[in-house]
């Protein structure tokens, strides 16, 4: 997730962060931005970020029957999350 910082007004710099007007949140948290305008005015601007979640989705495979059949078998998925999508179903 990268944050952008942005003027409305030209002469304006960021005096954090290498200069930049990015910042790449890499986790969860908080980055503040300072900055100053060519007539010497300071400020700052906190960015937060609450919704990176590194979690890794953990799948669980199932089988009806589970032991060696002459039969049809029903294999069945589970996710240690909601809203997880399977992709490659081939």
Known sequence: MTATISFNKTGVTVTNNGGSVNYVFTGNGTFTFTFEDSFGNTG?????????????VIGSMSYVPSSATNTDVVASISFNKTGVTVTNNG
């Open 44 to 56: 700052s601007e906190t960015a937060t970020v609450t919704w990176i979640d590194k979690t890794p």
